[in-house]
């Protein structure tokens, strides 16, 4: 149904949750082929999985798209999306705080307890100290390793994303005020910002994996430190992709300043990941 009837519009049915699916289906094995070292078949099985993935965000965004600037969405639908948008964050919240509740349990009580006196028979000579390999694993020296230091690159990743924060909302109120130009000159920095921002957090692993033998074997804190700024890693790629879309809608003339959830979604992710990235710097790098 139309929201120029007066009705709640009701999307017909979909193949891109399908296609979707498939591409991660296909990602999904080809990672499990290459971490098993099952090649060609596992680069294979990822660059179809890429291929169909990138089809899938062509097709499903542009009937989004379509369906917005027909004029098919009204007051409710908008308020549906916001409430969409809002739990999706919500859940992204949680999914970090579980993993920033294992990095604690683990520093404030697993490791004080496998050095007191109760297991000091098993682990003779262990001191709890954070990071970490584990009491059996550091009697190996070559699987000793060093944490990366937070007032380098890390700092300078929290710097570039604090100033993304400030474009963005930039952008925004250039929207608002239907300055197009401004608009587009603060999508464009964001994109920008962050793009270099994935490009220090490659060099950093490269750095923590063949200078610092930080490996994500490294004990729990290889793991979580790889977890929590990989999975972080992620939703800057994911949010530098939305923010490119929302680039080339404003250039083409889409979003007005009364109404322009869209970019008001994209914004909302954005803060979001310049938040989670404000934690882990703090507890991931400087309270090491």
């Not at 290459?34 to 291929?51: C, D, E, S």
């Not at 000159?185 to 490009?199: D, E, N, S």
């Not at 979003?255 to 869209?262: A, D, R, V």
Request: contains cysteine; charged residues 10%; proline residues 3%.
């Amino acid at each position: 149904m139309s929201a120029t009837t007066g009705g709640y519009y009701f999307a017909p049915p979909s193949k891109w949750p399908v296609v979707g699916s498939t591409a991660l289906l296909f990602l999904g094995a080809g990672t499990v082929m290459w971490m098993n070292q099952i090649q060609p078949y596992g680069y294979v099985a990822q660059l179809v999985g890429f291929a169909i993935l990138v089809y899938m965000l062509f097709g499903w965004f542009g009937n989004v798209i379509s369906e917005s600037e027909s004029g098919l969405y009204n007051k409710q639908v908008d308020a549906s999306y916001r409430w969409s948008m809002s739990w999706f964050i919500f859940s992204e919240v949680m999914f970090f705080a579980a993993f920033f509740g294992a990095l604690y349990y683990a520093r404030v009580f697993s490791v004080p307890w496998l050095a007191d006196m109760d297991n000091a028979f098993l682990w003779q000579g262990y001191a709890a100290k954070w990071p970490t390999l584990g009491p059996y694993f550091e009697q190996n020296p070559a699987l000793v390793f060093q944490s990366m230091g937070a007032w380098g690159i890390p700092a300078l990743n929290t710097a570039l994303l604090l100033a993304s924060g400030v474009t963005i909302t930039y952008a925004h109120h250039c929207l608002i005020a239907n300055n197009r130009k401004g608009l587009i000159l603060g999508l464009a920095a964001t994109i920008a910002l962050g793009a270099v921002f994935l490009g220090f957090q490659v060099y950093e692993y490269v750095h923590a994996y063949s200078d610092l033998n930080l490996k994500l074997s490294s004990g729990v804190f290889g793991s979580t430190f790889y977890m929590l700024t990989g999975f972080h890693g992620f939703h800057v790629t994911l949010g530098a992709i939305m923010l490119t879309v929302i680039l080339f809608r404003s250039i083409k003339g889409h979003f007005k300043p009364e109404s322009h959830f869209g970019f008001e979604a994209v914004a909302w992710y954005w803060h979001f990941v310049d938040v989670v990235w404000l934690g882990l710097f703090i507890f991931v790098y400087v309270l090491v």
